[in-house]
């Protein structure tokens, strides 16, 4: 796989063949520089029809940094608003990794979706800082589902240490 280049690597993220496209875009991350950002479409890669290669794309999207305004658009746009609840658990996963303040109104919608999405925009949180925030957070201490009641109660002690 070391042979692989970034010409072959941006060749492989719109193969034809899902399962080309899946592997390829998880080799990205170790690979992921200025250079490889500029050659590799991950927005592209963020639109792709197929919801098993968006799911990696969306965690890839959170392990390239640096990112770019367009990435994080998308996936914000995902997080809120994709039909496949793996796809938006991906892209809300992404977001907290990034940590950009302008996802913040994402990540909080995320807060109120199913289950395993809440999971993961509980632990997203973590990147945010607010009143919005600290309320969400709170609420989250009270929800139906036990793993979001403890990660809420967890990071709410956490922030309350000295």
């Known amino acids: 796989m070391d042979a692989l280049s970034i010409a072959d690597l941006q060749s492989a993220v719109v193969d034809d063949q899902p399962l080309v496209r899946r592997r390829a875009l998880l080799l990205l991350p170790d690979r992921w520089s200025e250079e490889s950002a500029a050659q590799i479409d991950l927005v592209a890669a963020l639109h792709d029809d197929d919801p098993t290669v968006l ?25 809120v608003a994709h039909d496949d609840p793996l796809c938006r658990e991906s ?6 990794s990034l940590g950009d303040p302008e996802a913040t109104a994402a990540v909080l919608t995320a807060c109120d979706d199913r289950a ?5 925009a509980v632990l997203a949180l973590t990147a945010f800082d607010g009143a919005d925030v600290d309320a969400k957070l ?12 403890q990660a809420a109660e967890e990071l709410l002690a956490i922030g309350s240490d000295p």
């Open 91 to 96: 892209a809300v996963a992404a977001l907290g």
């Open 138 to 149: 709170a609420a989250m201490a009270e929800d139906v589902d036990w793993q979001v009641r």
């Open 116 to 120: 395993t999405v809440r999971r993961r």
């Open 55 to 79: 799911e990696v794309a969306c965690f890839v999207a959170g392990e390239c940094v640096p990112t770019n305004r367009r990435v994080v658009q998308r996936l914000m746009e995902i997080c």
